[in-house]
């Protein structure tokens, strides 16, 4: 599949927003085809391995279905092609952070690291969400072996197909009160965001904030997001 834009560079705004502001939109990362072939997998049973239905789980209120190996075409190749931008990232993260963790060039590469610890089982996701659905402000962790940064996908048009349902971040800073932070998305657009934590730069040097994601409840319509994690899970 062809994409609308070449990822293999972020626009260096992209990755102050990310520095600056923990979050760095994508925008018109997917058409509006695109977006809707990615929307048409939910009904085929083939392509995923797993369904959470969030109420049940204390995760809010909505379904998400994890996709199954191999995963579907359009999310390869995003999950290919987005990958060594965002490893280049990680790894000035981990340098400011002194972590010692380097992210290798290539996906394939994090990816055996983690099979090795057992975490095998892919985690990009499609999600949806009617009228009154909301997702909690959480983490993505699934085991030891993490990414710290992941993609979320608008896949469905703002006030069209959806009212409310605004993709949220919240910072824990540290013996401070948290900060929020909301990413207006159009349909296609894509958020770069940390799984976890990100570094921040104060006055006694870096310091690591806490980061949560989630999504305010819909007032009305249908809202498909496409989550990218790229670590797999336990
Ligand atoms: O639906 C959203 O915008 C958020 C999805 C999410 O939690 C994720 O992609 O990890
Ligand atoms: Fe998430």
Same mark, same amino acid.
């Given at each position: ?6 990822k ?25 085809d695109?977006?809707a072939?990615i929307v048409a997998?939910?009904?085929?049973? @083939?392509?995923? $391995?797993?369904?959470?239905?969030m109420?049940r789980?204390? !995760?809010g209120?909505g @379904?998400?279905? !994890? ?7 359009p999310v390869a190749a995003?999950r290919?092609s987005l !990958?060594?931008?965002?490893a280049a990232?990680?790894n ?11 992210y290798p060039a290539?996906h394939?590469d994090?990816?055996a $690291?983690c099979?090795?610890a057992?975490?095998?089982k ?5 999600l949806r969400?009617e009228?009154?659905?909301?997702n909690?402000?959480?983490q993505?962790?699934y085991?030891p ?5 992941q993609v979320a996908i ?6 069209r197909?959806?009212?409310?349902g605004?993709?949220?971040?919240t910072?824990? $800073?540290p013996r401070?009160q948290?900060?929020p932070?909301v990413?207006?998305?159009?349909q296609?657009d894509?958020?770069?965001f940390?799984?976890r934590?990100?570094?921040v730069?104060?006055? @006694?040097g870096?310091h690591?904030?806490?980061? @949560? ?8 319509g ?5 989550g990218?994690?790229?670590?797999d899970?336990?």
């Amino acid at each position: 599949m062809t994409q609308r834009r070449d990822k293999s560079t972020l626009a260096p705004m992209d990755v102050t927003d990310l520095d600056r502001h923990g979050a760095a939109r994508l925008p018109a990362l997917l058409s509006p085809d695109q977006c809707a072939a990615i929307v048409a997998l939910w009904d085929d049973p @083939r392509a995923f $391995r797993k369904e959470v239905v969030m109420a049940r789980h204390g !995760y809010g209120s909505g @379904r998400y279905r !994890y996709c199954a190996y191999p995963l579907p075409d359009p999310v390869a190749a995003l999950r290919d092609s987005l !990958y060594p931008v965002l490893a280049a990232q990680a790894n000035r993260w981990a340098a400011m952070l002194g972590t010692g963790d380097i992210y290798p060039a290539r996906h394939a590469d994090f990816l055996a $690291r983690c099979a090795l610890a057992g975490q095998d089982k892919p985690t990009p996701l499609l999600l949806r969400y009617e009228a009154g659905d909301w997702n909690a402000l959480h983490q993505d962790v699934y085991g030891p072996h993490i990414f710290p940064l992941q993609v979320a996908i608008l896949l469905s048009q703002p006030e069209r197909d959806f009212t409310g349902g605004a993709f949220v971040l919240t910072e824990q $800073r540290p013996r401070m009160q948290s900060r929020p932070e909301v990413v207006p998305l159009r349909q296609g657009d894509a958020v770069i965001f940390p799984v976890r934590d990100r570094p921040v730069t104060g006055a @006694r040097g870096v310091h690591r904030v806490q980061m @949560r994601h989630g999504v305010s409840r819909l007032l009305s319509g249908v809202r498909y997001t496409l989550g990218i994690i790229f670590h797999d899970a336990a």
